[in-house]
């Protein structure tokens, strides 16, 4: 993370000076994602191997005081000093916002004393952010810029098929992990500086807190997605969906649904080209007993018929999202 905030940093700063071609952009990006793939990879497969089965072998560790120069520039600011501390906890909705440089700040907003002692929920919670963070990576350096090209929708080919299909295998295990973290935090009967707290832990200092209806939930979504991305089930959208999944789905006919799991493993060479019904038909499947279409909408549908007309409750489920991943 350090590192590539100090390339964003100061390879903005360098381009702004120096004027680099096009091509030497593209080449300083690629090579730094394929450095971040290569260091998720290391820290990945060690929190695989990582097994904690009592409090007593959880490290205690205070987020608030690790402090990095994220930027490089030999110098520690404010949302430097405190980009790893917890926001306190409360239930308010998402915002999304620069880092602010306001010491006061963070001293109203932040949870400067938080203290957890790791156990395995925490463990599967870091691991399943690495699972999709690789994912990303691996999506990104599957296709690369084709400058040579007239066709601006052949712009960007697939360069490398099969990063793709390593970025779908990483999907669901991130999928798989977090529902294991689900349950794992369910599971446990300590109250000690908690991470991750089911709704019986009433020391934790998660940023947002969970009732047993957000575990239900977080549960059911999970049970749509593995087999979606696994492609057991198709994805069909309904009249009342939207979204970019909607748009997915509404890209096969009736009577079919979309294969996640095949677009992955044979990904389309020229992706702005191929969305649109033609292009996508090799992913559109039968719907039938062996591959049911995906309950993911009714799913999204329910829920957004209970939240209708209380926007700050679905923020605020929105952001449990994103907090648990």
């Not at 004027?19 to 090579?31: G, K, M, Q």
């Not at 832990?201 to 979504?221: C, H, K, M, R, Y």
């Not at 191929?274 to 549908?301: E, H, Q």
């Amino acid at each position: 993370m350090q590192q590539t905030r100090t390339f964003i940093e100061q390879g903005m700063r360098r381009m702004e000076q120096e004027r680099p071609s096009e091509a030497a952009v593209v080449l300083a990006i690629r090579t730094q994602l394929a450095y971040m793939r290569r260091q998720l990879r290391k820290s990945r497969a060690m929190l695989e191997k990582i097994r904690i089965t009592s409090a007593s072998e959880g490290l205690p560790i205070v987020p608030a005081t690790w402090v990095r120069d994220l930027n490089g520039d030999g110098e520690i600011g404010i949302s430097e000093r405190y980009f790893f501390a917890l926001p306190a906890r409360n239930d308010g909705k998402l915002t999304v916002g620069m880092p602010s440089e306001d010491e006061a700040y963070y001293a109203n907003e932040y949870n400067l004393k938080a203290t957890i002692r790791l156990d395995q929920t925490d463990i599967l919670w870091g691991l399943s952010y690495h699972y999709y963070a690789e994912a990303l990576v691996e999506v990104l350096l599957s296709y690369q810029l084709d400058r040579g090209t007239s066709k601006p929708d052949q712009a960007i080919r697939l360069a490398h098929p099969e990063n793709m299909r390593r970025a779908q295998g990483l999907i669901v295990a991130g999928l798989k992990t977090s529902e294991q973290m689900r349950l794992s935090a369910l599971a446990e009967t300590d109250d000690d500086m908690e991470w991750l707290g089911n709704p019986r832990q009433a020391s934790t200092v998660f940023p947002v807190p969970l009732d047993n209806a957000d575990f239900n939930i977080w549960g059911e979504l999970m049970g749509h997605l593995v087999p979606l991305f696994q492609g057991k089930t198709l994805l069909t959208a309904t009249k009342q969906a939207s979204g970019p999944l909607a748009t997915i789905g509404n890209l096969c006919p009736a009577g079919k649904g979309f294969n996640l799991q095949w677009f992955f493993q044979h990904p389309p060479t020229y992706p702005l080209e191929s969305f649109n019904r033609r292009g996508t038909a090799v992913y559109c499947r039968k719907i039938d007993a062996a591959r049911p279409s995906s309950g993911l909408f009714d799913f999204i549908a329910r829920y957004g018929e209970a939240m209708e007309g209380n926007g700050q409750a679905a923020m605020r489920f929105l952001r449990r999202l994103v907090w648990v991943n």
